[in-house]
């Protein structure tokens, strides 16, 4: 029999990769409710008319389309079919696809949705997306991202608030070395007007957004493939290379786009957000203006944002930025929006590679029953029972066998605490109360083995 098989680019968690999956999770969404924002989700698959043309053309080929159910080839056209035009008949056999982001379907729901949403709409979203990427170290076909999106305002305070929750989430997560990159579209517009490529912008972004993946000269050779000309490039690379401190950078620009209005709107956005950081009283070590910082996606008009957790092999765990134009794609224009994401599955990958998940992540029982027959297992049942109503995780052995080998399965699952029944502690009602970790063991009643498992420390 051939042994079953994942799809590539897909993986299984089991209890501990979960455990610590969700100790993610979890202070992720404590940070988004923390600002007010409220919990949504949407259907795993979208209509392919509501995906396409969002992502730009390199993201639309990433697109996993569903095919449609029973004969789907029968109102294909036979001659497309034919010559193998793949492009052409795609929307004949196939309706709707896996979600790609949880941004797209968002601006979806907001439009369905209007009459009810009160505005500015301030929503937060964790779920799986799929991407038809070629799968490699930090890069999944099945990925969950955890999104926090405001919509119905163009209000620069929700910018800094981006930045702040960021924050936050690697404080909490225990990482301190990482770098939040901030830019904005229209920088990026002001550039390419100075390079004298205005009106062929999407591929100007998405040749620099390769510049971290490809590097510089191949940033080069596509650009030039493109059209753009060799003068254009030494200009635009005069800018790129352009280092210095983030004060030093809006300088440079500033006096470069001295008659470029859409470059001094984003300069003067970003000013106004690193304004509101220092007014609020953030720290700004993580914080860096990055000229080259574009994000592949189209759809972003206003400031975009990074996160790279330095020293890992991992790249971007966060990203996002302001877009002024995505409901209006589905018939709800002038609503502005601004979010960003996590990625978990990255994430995970990084606190690995630094070690940084808590010990106690691994644990999902404080304390396991041991018993020696089955009258001391029944005996258990009441002392298991007090001990859930306490709100103490607990379990018992199921089976009678040896004292060892019930101490050997409390080891392998990390249970932090045994209780060992016998014909003496069902006499007395005095209970061996064992801490793994230290093999002390001691004779407590039930009420103050309760007492020393919830107070704060435990024993």
Request: net charge neutral.
């Amino acid at each position: 029999m051939k042994k079953p098989t994942l799809p590539k680019g897909t993986r299984d968690f089991g209890p501990s990769q979960m455990a610590k999956r969700q100790y993610i999770l979890e202070i992720i969404k404590k940070v988004f409710q923390k600002y007010g924002f409220q919990p949504l989700e949407t259907p795993a698959m979208e209509n392919l008319s509501t995906l396409t043309g969002k992502y730009g053309e390199e993201g639309d080929q990433l697109l996993f389309k569903i095919l449609n159910s029973g004969d789907f080839l029968k109102n294909t056209n036979a001659q497309m079919l034919e010559s193998k035009n793949s492009k052409g008949i795609t929307f004949d056999i196939s309706e709707k696809g896996l979600r790609y982001d949880l941004t797209v379907p968002f601006a979806r729901y907001v439009v369905m949705n209007r009459n009810e949403i009160t505005f500015p709409f301030k929503r937060y979203q964790i779920q799986p997306v799929w991407r038809a990427d070629r799968p490699q170290k930090g890069r999944y076909r099945e990925f969950y991202q955890c999104d926090a999106d405001v919509v119905g305002t163009d209000s620069l305070l929700c910018e800094a608030e981006i930045v702040l929750m960021i924050g936050e989430v690697m404080r909490r997560l225990g990482i301190v070395d990482y770098s939040l990159k901030v830019n904005h579209r229209a920088i990026l517009t002001g550039m390419a007007e100075l390079c004298g490529v205005k009106g062929n912008e999407a591929s100007f972004f998405v040749a620099i957004d390769k510049l971290d993946k490809i590097g510089e000269e191949k940033v080069k050779e596509e650009l030039l493939a493109r059209n753009f000309s060799e003068s254009s490039l030494v200009t635009l690379f005069e800018m790129l290379n352009f280092s210095g401190t983030t004060q030093q950078k809006i300088e440079f620009l500033t006096s470069k786009f001295l008659t470029i209005s859409g470059g001094k709107k984003g300069i003067s956005d970003l000013k106004e957000v690193l304004t509101l950081l220092s007014e609020y009283g953030a720290p700004e070590n993580h914080v860096e203006f990055d000229i080259g910082l574009a994000r592949g996606l189209s759809y972003y008009t206003g400031c975009i944002f990074e996160v790279k957790i330095n020293n890992v092999s991992i790249g971007s765990v966060s990203g996002g930025g302001r877009y002024d134009n995505l409901t209006g794609v589905f018939g709800l224009p002038d609503v502005s929006g601004v979010g960003f994401s996590f990625g978990v599955d990255r994430l995970y990958d990084a606190m690995e590679e630094l070690n940084l998940f808590p010990l106690e992540t691994q644990i999902s029982s404080q304390v396991l029953l041991v018993h020696f027959d089955e009258e001391s297992k029944r005996y258990g049942l009441k002392i298991l029972k007090t001990l859930r109503e306490n709100g103490i995780a607990s379990e018992i052995y199921p089976d009678s066998v040896k004292i060892q080998k019930q101490l050997d399965y409390a080891n392998k699952k990390m249970v932090p605490y045994t209780i060992v029944i016998g014909s003496e502690e069902m006499k007395s009602g005095i209970l061996a109360f064992k801490n793994m970790n230290t093999g002390e063991q001691q004779k407590y009643t039930l009420n103050q083995i309760v007492s020393l498992i919830i107070q704060p420390n435990g024993r």
